[in-house]
């Protein structure tokens, strides 16, 4: 067996494609087969509460410490 890959032969490197390209389909079927389940929530979103109004924009500044001069 061979631990290398860089003295790696051809077969070893063929065995390593097939067995990351599996593993890529699997991710792959996996993530396409995925669904959230129902958990019986409305699928829209809903606020709840009072309504706020947009008021005029300002702005907060805060400096602390002394001024470079």
Same mark, same amino acid.
């Given at each position: 067996?061979?631990?290398?890959?860089?003295?790696?032969?051809r077969? @070893?490197h063929?065995?390593? !494609?097939?067995?990351?390209?599996?593993?890529?389909?699997? !991710?792959?079927?996996v993530? !396409? @087969?995925?669904?959230?389940?129902? @958990?019986?929530?409305? @699928?829209?979103?809903?606020?709840?509460?009072?309504?706020?109004?947009?008021g005029?924009?300002s702005?907060?500044?805060?400096?602390?410490?002394?001024?470079?001069?």
């Amino acid at each position: 067996m061979n631990h290398s890959l860089v003295t790696a032969d051809r077969a @070893t490197h063929l065995k390593i !494609v097939a067995v990351s390209l599996v593993a890529a389909i699997a !991710v792959i079927l996996v993530g !396409v @087969t995925a669904r959230i389940t129902d @958990t019986g929530a409305s @699928t829209n979103a809903q606020a709840h509460g009072p309504v706020l109004k947009a008021g005029k924009p300002s702005a907060v500044t805060a400096r602390d410490g002394n001024p470079i001069q």
